[in-house]
């Protein structure tokens, strides 16, 4: 299972023997969706939920995102049961499907550009068990199905590890993967050059994640925001708990990662992420898969440095939870990969009902919004 993307790798194959061993009670189908419903307390022992998130700063001005399955006429499983989403797995036959850290490399021109990720990131170094924040919601336009758009937070260990630790979480636009945007989870315990069963890895497409919540999970298709309309949103908080870290999404945990999974990945360090973050990031990223710069949108397309509320795609009430789970702003700059294609502005501790956030993102390379 190890690192370099190959065709010969029989991750596809894998994952769909994974699945095959599912202890399935029902499938539904919404729509094109196809869900699998599996019994709970067929994942083993559950982990007891943490009581309540840390308090934390909150704006309610904004339109909740609605999951689908809290959708008029949504089918839903049997009691007991839990949602477990069918990707195409088709992406694991592509190189985009093993993620990489954002880093600060700025745009060189070169004759083709077929693999690579830009970016409007940020990343603040601080020991945290966690963080929140709220995340404008959209479907971007991709100019390739095996490209992607996403926004997103990553709590890692990258200071004192050999290779990151990371769990993430947010949303994404990969249509290889599924159809349409959703949220997605994704960890990786070596710094992205290896894959598979509790190594890193989408969702759970790998073992390693644990569902508990009977509505929202990894793969769930919500209600977009629209380019000057409804701003759609959700929240996404992650939180270390009793060796556990969970994964909240809007009004409860959704489920969570072992934190074995990195303390067994040690290789010599002297920490894991199961002992605490080190550093948290937010972010958006494109990947493109084509030789030509990408017309691949981020954020909804529009500009993060020329517009706001209603226009350009945001993340807001940007925290993370200090060592004894206190909510404290995030302070960190972003940067760009090309400012001339993705930008963003950002307001650290504003003041006001949105904290720390950022407007961000951009039309690619022709400068024009939905390619």
Same mark, same amino acid.
């Given at each position: 299972?190890?690192?370099?993307?190959? @065709?010969?790798n029989q991750?596809?194959?894998?994952?769909?023997?994974k699945?095959a061993?599912?202890?399935i $009670?029902?499938?539904?189908?919404n729509?094109?969706?196809?869900i699998?419903?599996?019994? $709970? &307390? /067929?994942?083993?022992?559950?982990?007891?939920?943490?009581?309540?998130?840390p308090? =934390?700063?909150?704006?309610?001005?904004?339109?909740t995102?609605?999951?689908?399955?809290?959708?008029?006429?949504?089918?839903r499983?049997p009691p007991?049961?839990? @949602?477990?989403a069918l990707?195409n797995?088709?992406?694991?036959?592509?190189?985009?499907? =093993?993620?990489q850290?954002?880093?600060s490399?700025t745009?060189e021109s070169? =004759?083709?550009?077929?693999g690579?990720?830009w970016?409007?990131?940020?990343?603040? #170094?601080?020991?945290?068990?966690g963080?929140?924040? &709220?995340?404008?919601l959209?479907?971007?336009?991709?100019a390739?199905?095996n490209?992607?758009?996403?926004l997103q937070?990553?709590v890692g260990r990258?200071?004192?590890?050999?290779k990151?630790?990371t769990?993430?979480?947010?949303w994404?636009?990969y249509?290889?993967?599924?159809?349409?945007?959703?949220?997605?989870?994704?960890?990786t315990?070596?710094? #992205?050059t290896c894959? *598979? &069963? #509790?190594?890193?890895g989408?969702n759970?497409?790998?073992?390693?994640w644990?569902?508990?919540?009977d509505?929202?999970?990894?793969?769930?298709?919500?209600?977009? %925001?629209?380019?000057?309309?409804?701003?759609?949103?959700l929240?996404i908080?992650?939180?270390?708990?009793?060796?556990?870290?969970?994964v909240?999404?809007?009004?409860?945990y959704? *489920?969570?990662? @072992?934190?074995s999974?990195?303390s067994?990945?040690?290789?010599?360090?002297n920490?894991?992420l199961?002992?605490?973050? &080190?550093?948290?990031?937010?972010?958006?990223e494109?990947?493109?898969?084509?030789d030509?710069?990408?017309?691949?949108?981020?954020?909804?397309g529009?500009?993060?440095a020329?517009n706001?509320f209603?226009k350009?795609?945001?993340?807001h009430?940007?925290?993370?939870?200090?060592?004894n789970?206190?909510a404290q702003d995030?302070t960190?700059?972003?940067?760009?990969s090309?400012d001339s =294609?993705?930008n963003?502005?950002?307001t650290v /501790?504003?003041g006001? %009902?949105?904290? %720390?956030?950022?407007y961000?993102?951009? @039309?690619?390379?022709?400068g024009?919004?939905g390619?």
């Amino acid at each position: 299972m190890l690192g370099n993307f190959s @065709p010969s790798n029989q991750y596809k194959e894998k994952a769909l023997a994974k699945r095959a061993a599912l202890d399935i $009670k029902a499938t539904t189908i919404n729509g094109d969706r196809k869900i699998h419903w599996i019994s $709970k &307390d /067929s994942q083993g022992s559950i982990a007891q939920e943490p009581p309540t998130p840390p308090p =934390r700063h909150k704006s309610s001005n904004n339109a909740t995102a609605i999951p689908e399955l809290k959708q008029h006429g949504a089918q839903r499983g049997p009691p007991g049961t839990v @949602p477990i989403a069918l990707s195409n797995l088709d992406y694991l036959d592509h190189p985009g499907s =093993r993620k990489q850290a954002p880093n600060s490399t700025t745009f060189e021109s070169k =004759r083709q550009y077929s693999g690579d990720h830009w970016y409007s990131s940020s990343t603040q #170094y601080v020991s945290n068990l966690g963080g929140s924040a &709220d995340f404008s919601l959209f479907s971007p336009y991709v100019a390739n199905t095996n490209d992607f758009s996403l926004l997103q937070t990553l709590v890692g260990r990258t200071t004192d590890v050999p290779k990151w630790h990371t769990l993430e979480a947010g949303w994404i636009n990969y249509p290889i993967q599924i159809a349409e945007a959703h949220l997605f989870t994704y960890f990786t315990t070596c710094q #992205y050059t290896c894959y *598979g &069963d #509790y190594l890193g890895g989408y969702n759970t497409d790998v073992k390693g994640w644990v569902q508990t919540s009977d509505t929202i999970f990894p793969g769930t298709v919500f209600t977009p %925001s629209v380019d000057g309309g409804t701003q759609y949103e959700l929240e996404i908080l992650t939180y270390l708990y009793q060796d556990n870290w969970w994964v909240w999404v809007q009004d409860g945990y959704i *489920g969570y990662y @072992p934190a074995s999974i990195w303390s067994n990945a040690n290789n010599g360090a002297n920490g894991t992420l199961a002992d605490g973050a &080190d550093s948290i990031f937010y972010y958006g990223e494109v990947y493109q898969s084509e030789d030509a710069l990408t017309t691949t949108d981020m954020g909804n397309g529009e500009f993060g440095a020329s517009n706001g509320f209603g226009k350009a795609a945001y993340i807001h009430n940007m925290q993370y939870f200090d060592t004894n789970s206190v909510a404290q702003d995030y302070t960190a700059g972003f940067w760009d990969s090309d400012d001339s =294609r993705y930008n963003f502005q950002n307001t650290v /501790s504003s003041g006001g %009902s949105w904290g %720390s956030y950022v407007y961000l993102g951009g @039309p690619g390379a022709e400068g024009i919004v939905g390619g």
